[in-house]
């Protein structure tokens, strides 16, 4: 069912560092693409989201790139800190349905 | 008002055995979706509905999963007989009218002996 492809699955970062996550979609029929955080023992929250019509989008310390021909978008968090050590998933929707990539695993190092 | 609510939060059954999951979805919220979450993976989508009508079922893995949305709020996501593979978190979200964003319930962990 995996329609959403995300990379790494799991990445170790000091603090204060840039850590990137790579999301890649295949239906060109999603139109909403969402990042989640998930603490353990938790459901997911969302983070921040884009749109395709829009290249990048900045909240506070994240930041989503989206670039719409390649079918890909990425998640950079700026000036990372312990407390974003979580796991992260993407994710493309559509009118019915939601595809959630398979999710990363950062750690923050202090 | 409170979130999206899931029960029973946690359920132990036998193999073979039929188990009916719970979503009650925040007030309002129009749209609501069942995912199945295993271990170290992300949300996996199950069904969605708008109001109390399924208009994607595509997720279901086999015809033992059914979910229902009778008065357009509460859902029940329901599997009969259960097996092992079943063994995952259960999490249903809502979403409001012309919004994107889903919340997500706590979820029901189901362990199938």
């Known amino acids: 069912q995996q329609q959403v492809k995300q990379s790494p699955q799991s990445l170790i970062v000091q603090k204060g560092g840039i850590p990137i996550i790579n999301c890649a979609y295949e239906?060109?029929?999603?139109?909403?693409f969402p990042w989640y955080q998930q603490f353990p023992g938790k459901g997911p929250a969302l983070l921040i989201a884009?749109?395709?019509?829009?290249s990048e989008k900045k909240e506070g310390r994240f930041t989503i790139s989206f670039n719409k021909s390649a079918k890909q978008f990425s998640l950079h968090i700026m000036d990372s800190q312990p407390g974003d050590s979580a796991t992260y998933f993407c994710?493309?929707?559509?009118?019915?349905?939601?595809?959630f990539g398979a999710g990363t695993r950062l750690t923050v190092k202090p | 008002g409170a979130g999206v609510s899931q029960s029973p939060r946690y359920k132990v059954t036998k193999r073979g055995q039929d188990v009916a999951l719970r979503c009650d979805p925040i007030?309002?919220?129009?749209?609501l979706y069942w995912y199945r979450q295993a271990l170290g993976q992300g949300p996996e989508f199950l069904t969605y509905?708008?109001?109390?009508?399924?208009?994607?079922k595509s997720g279901l893995p086999n015809d033992r999963f059914s979910a229902e949305r009778p008065e357009g709020s509460i859902s029940t996501l329901t599997i009969q007989r259960t097996e092992q593979r079943d063994s995952a978190m259960y999490r249903c979200?809502?979403?409001?009218?012309?919004?994107?964003?889903?919340?997500f319930g706590p979820g029901t962990r189901l362990l199938v002996l």
């Open positions: 979200a809502s979403r409001g009218v012309g919004a994107q964003t889903q919340y």
């Open positions: 239906n060109t029929a999603f139109d909403y």
């Open positions: 994710a493309a929707s559509g009118r019915t349905h939601a595809r």
């Open positions: 007030s309002g919220h129009v749209s």
């Open positions: 509905f708008n109001y109390e009508a399924q208009q994607d």
């Open positions: 884009i749109r395709p019509d829009v």
